[in-house]
């Protein structure tokens, strides 16, 4: 007896631009598949879609694999080869949400953290102290901009670092660093 086989991929996905360049893809690398069915969750955008099965067997049960990890910024692609067995509705679902979820269980996870913007501006003679704080805390640093006065460089911190980070660097500046926070990026 013939058995469908389903595979499961999970990516990053932060535009829905994103999500469909990996559909096409998985598409391109499995042409021969029955089905290519497919959910994404990014943020507050939410789409699904079926790819030929009966309506509401294939993609919704893979988005409520993804709400049910509790994952966001993903696209699940679901690719089926048809085994000559009919599911019926039920087990289209079980298969589907089936083996998404555990694609999704099993998977890495990537814990994505808001940071905060601090601007930094230091004169060449406090240089050294602002590249220590930089590698003394997780900041990732943005352009710097050299002028006659110094250097000016955009941080991103975790905002609970940003107190300890401002302080470090003023004790190491004696009070000479300038430092503008901007609210936490959401």
């Known amino acids: 007896m013939n058995h469908s086989e389903f595979l499961a991929f999970a ?11 990996q559909l096409a893809a998985l598409k391109s690398r499995y042409p021969d598949a029955t089905h290519h069915c497919w959910a994404y969750q990014i943020g507050p955008a939410v789409r699904f879609h079926d790819d030929g099965e009966p309506g509401g067997t294939a993609g919704t ?8 990890q509790d994952v966001d910024h993903v ?19 079980r298969a589907y949400g089936g083996t998404a979820a555990e694609c999704l269980r ?17 004169a060449f003679e406090h240089v ?26 955009d941080v991103q911190l975790f905002p609970e670092d ?19 926070t901007d609210p936490p990026e959401p």
Request: hydrophobic residues 45%; glycine residues 10%; aromatic residues 8%.
């Open 11 to 21: 990516q990053r996905a932060d535009t829905p631009e994103e999500a469909f360049s």
């Open 61 to 68: 049960p893979i988005l409520r694999a993804i709400h049910g």
């Open 75 to 93: 696209m699940v692609v679901v690719v089926r080869y048809y085994g000559g067995v009919n599911l019926g509705t039920g087990g289209l679902m």
């Open 106 to 122: 099993t998977a890495p996870r990537l814990e994505v953290r808001p940071r905060q913007s601090v601007m930094v501006r230091v």
């Open 128 to 153: 050294s102290a602002l590249y220590h704080a930089l590698v003394t805390f997780d900041t990732v640093r943005g352009e710097e901009a050299y002028g006659a006065a110094g250097v000016t460089l």
């Open 162 to 180: 940003v107190p300890a980070f401002t302080s470090a660097l003023r004790d190491a500046t004696r009070g000479a660093a300038h430092i503008e």
